[in-house]
Every structure is written in C-alpha cells, then in structure tokens.
C-alpha cells in the first residue's frame, strides 16, 4: 500500500538514492517512471499503473541533450516542473528525481550506452542517428541512480521500448519493464509533449495520423503486406502531413521488416511530419489466427 505522503523533490543522485535507500529497509517495491516532463495524461497513466504495483513511485524529469540530434528541438522543448509537480502531487508520486544538466553529464563524462544492430538503426534510429545511444545511455544511468524493482515506459516510443528492454536484457539489470498502452486524445492523437507545437489546424491533420495507421494495420492483417505499406506516404500526403519519414511493417521486437518469420507479431510504425513538428505512432496488426 503507498501511504500519502509529499511528493518529494530530489537534484542530486545521493539525495535520491537516500530515499530509495529508506524505502528498501522497510522492504517496500519501488517503480520508477523515466520522463523529459512536460506531463500529459499519457504519463499519468504510467504512474498510475506504477503506483498500483510498486509501494513507491520515484519520476525522473530530464530533458537528455543526448538523444536529440543537433537539428532537433531539445533547446525547444517543453519544460514546466512546476505544472508538472502538480500533476505529480495530485497522482500520490512520491519523490520526483530532476537532477540538472550536470548531475548527469559532469565534466569528463564519456560513456555512451549502444546497442548494435537494426533494432536502434533503422525507423527512428535510421532518420534520427545517435538517437538510441542517447536513449540507452540516460536509462541505464537513470535505472543504476534509483535502483527501481519496476520501471514504466510507453507503447507510443515502440522501437524505444524494444531498446530499452534488449538492454536490460543484455547488462542482466535487476528490475522489471512495464509497458503501458498509448493514451489517445477523443480523436485517437497519441498524446505527446510534442502535440504543444500544433497550431489547431494542424491538430486536425495529425489526428488523421492514427487512422490512416489503423487502416494500414487492417490491410496487412488481410495479407496486403507490401500494398499497404506502399500506399501509406502518399495517404499522409493528401492527408495534410508535409513529409513522411517512414511507415513500416515490422517484427514487433527485432524492428526487421516484413515479411518476417510466421508466427511472429508485426506492428505498423510511422514518423512524419507537420510543418517543423514531428510526430510518432505505432499499431499492431492483429493477424486472424
Ligand atoms: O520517452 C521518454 O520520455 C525518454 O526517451 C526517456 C525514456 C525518459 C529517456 O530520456
């Protein structure tokens, strides 16, 4: 059971690790769900899953310059800690860890985290190089500062959540990863901390990005593996979107595309774009056994 406490704010590795150290004396399951902030209801679902299932709930807040690319929008990105230790207060978390730029990365700081293969070099890993590398390098030091039993990441950042789960895999990290369903808006958006740069019309066209992907997902569930794909840019086109990095239908875990060994899941996977602001989402193709 999670007793109602604040929620606690910690800057500093030892500052955070001192509570995690408390909790574990009383032998209480701690969950960690990583952030870059900015919080919407996806994320809250996230914690609200976590606190059901560990007795402590620890967020991390970091915007990680290490996964964007040098074009990308960190110097842009959302940052609101004070709306988000609202939300973080009024969902029962109980200590947010917000370490700054270098608690992370100190001065002499030179490891980077990689994880070979196609997994982190094609979709995301493919338009966004480096981008994984960054990704596996601030969770591995995030999972090893909290030392969580359970850690919580969404479906929406599929390829990422195949990442981070091959590298808990391969560094024999003593915890579990938890994944929770995408969180839509009314329109099925997945909701993003991106979403804030869309101006109303162009909210309109990214809501069209999940039916189309829906629609993809039905198609290749029929068979029409290579039409569905193959029709799939130029309906985001007309659709509104200004360009289409991908939309691929892939092995759910390994990312390699279809055709890929019967027997295993598939996921259609796409990122395109809206003027300057880029959007994700991912489906899977539920193939009639
Ligand atoms: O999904 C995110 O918000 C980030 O990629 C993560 C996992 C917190 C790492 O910075």
Avoid at 174 to 199: F, Q
Avoid at 203 to 208: E, S
């Amino acid at each position: 059971m999670i007793s109602k406490v604040a929620t606690g704010v910690a800057r500093t590795v030892g500052a955070a690790r001192a509570r995690v150290t408390e909790w574990r004396a009383e032998r209480q399951r701690v969950a960690l769900v990583p952030t870059m902030g900015a919080l919407h209801d996806g994320h809250r679902a996230l914690i609200d899953h976590a606190r059901r299932q560990a007795d402590r709930v620890v967020v991390s807040i970091f915007v990680n310059p290490k996964q964007f690319g040098p074009r990308e929008d960190f110097g842009a990105y959302p940052r609101r800690e004070g709306d988000d230790l609202d939300l973080l207060r009024a969902a029962g978390v109980d200590l947010l860890f917000a370490p700054p730029l270098e608690a992370m990365y100190p001065d002499g700081f030179a490891t980077t985290v990689s994880i070979a293969g196609p997994l982190t070099t094609s979709l995301e890993g493919a338009h966004r190089p480096g981008h994984f590398d960054g990704v596996a390098t601030v969770v591995a030091k995030l999972l090893n500062q909290i030392g969580p039993d359970l850690a919580f990441f969404g479906e929406k950042d599929w390829q990422q959540l195949q990442v981070i789960k091959q590298l808990v895999r391969d560094l024999d990290l003593p915890l579990e990863i938890l994944t929770v369903p995408t969180v839509r808006d009314s329109e099925g958006l997945a909701l993003s901390s991106r979403n804030a740069y869309l101006t109303p019309a162009q909210l309109i066209t990214a809501q069209k990005l999940n039916r189309i992907l829906q629609d993809v997902a039905s198609k290749a569930a029929k068979g029409d593996i290579a039409d569905a794909r193959s029709a799939a840019p130029a309906r985001l086109r007309e659709a509104g979107f200004d360009s289409v990095d991908y939309v691929e239908i892939a092995d759910a875990e390994t990312m390699q595309p279809a055709p890929v060994a019967s027997g295993r899941a598939l996921r259609v996977l796409a990122a395109a774009r809206i003027g300057t602001t880029r959007l994700i989402d991912n489906f899977p193709v539920e193939l009639s056994t």
